[in-house]
């Protein structure tokens, strides 16, 4: 069973930064699609981005392209380096898993069964 655990998050001023983490275990082989989602109070989960293990292509939200930049650390640990952070980036950050090959979409929070349970990012002007 995979599990994943998020570290990172914290408050910070618009225009600051934050380091989110994302560390996989109880799996073997480096076959997964990583992505990110958030969701704010109120809101629906959105994806922010993702990135596939095997090939190390990445997808990006519109709303955080050019801020915002995954990728993978080592085989178990996704980064999520966020900067010029605005008030709507918000949210509760959650790291999620699917296997590749499945094609799981970033606009499909759905098709990720795999969850972490979340790191608080909070961005105040």
């Known amino acids: 069973q995979l599990q994943l655990l998020e570290s990172g998050g914290g408050s910070v001023q618009t225009g600051g930064s934050l380091r989110l983490s994302c560390v996989a275990s109880?799996?073997?082989?480096?076959?997964?699609?990583m992505a990110w989602f958030r969701q704010a109070p109120m809101k629906e989960r959105e994806g922010v981005a993702s990135?596939?293990?095997?090939?190390?292509?990445t997808q990006y939200a519109d709303s955080v392209k050019g801020r915002f930049t995954i990728s993978q650390d080592n085989e178990q640990t996704v980064i999520l380096q966020m900067r010029n952070l605005k008030s709507e980036d918000t949210g509760m950050y959650y790291c999620?898993?699917?296997?590749?090959?499945?094609?799981?979409?970033?606009?499909?929070?759905?098709?990720?069964?795999?969850w972490g349970r979340g790191t608080q990012a909070s961005v105040s002007s």
């Open positions: 109880g799996y073997t082989g480096s076959n997964y699609c």
């Open positions: 999620a898993a699917e296997l590749y090959w499945k094609r799981p979409q970033l606009e499909r929070p759905a098709d990720f069964p795999y």
């Open positions: 990135i596939n293990s095997i090939h190390g292509s």
